[in-house]
């Protein structure tokens, strides 16, 4: 599962061969949510409040960046990395 980013303890990854809707999966210490690309919501799974608010903070500044991410894996193409939030 390639790594697409990593801050403040959160790394954000995506699975190839994975289902719809497009998404990506934050994993910070031993919490793990799903997060629906399109509309940043959570799919599922559980992350602390401040660590979720991050993650969504981060995902509406890449949004367009996720997308281009779930369209290489979808292809079996490696994801580019995107920025990690300052």
């Given at each position: ?30 919490h ?7 509309t ?14 991050l993650?969504a ?20 193409q ?9």
């Open positions: 599962m390639p790594e697409i980013s990593r801050f403040f303890g959160i790394v954000i990854k995506m699975y190839y061969e994975d289902h719809l809707p497009p998404h990506f999966h934050a994993e910070y210490g031993d793990e949510a799903i997060i629906n690309i399109n940043l919501a959570l799919i599922a799974g559980y992350l602390p409040h401040r660590a979720l608010g993650v903070e981060w995902a509406s500044l890449h949004q367009e960046e996720l997308i281009k991410c779930w369209q290489k894996i979808s292809s079996f490696s994801p580019d990395k995107i920025n990690p939030l300052e």
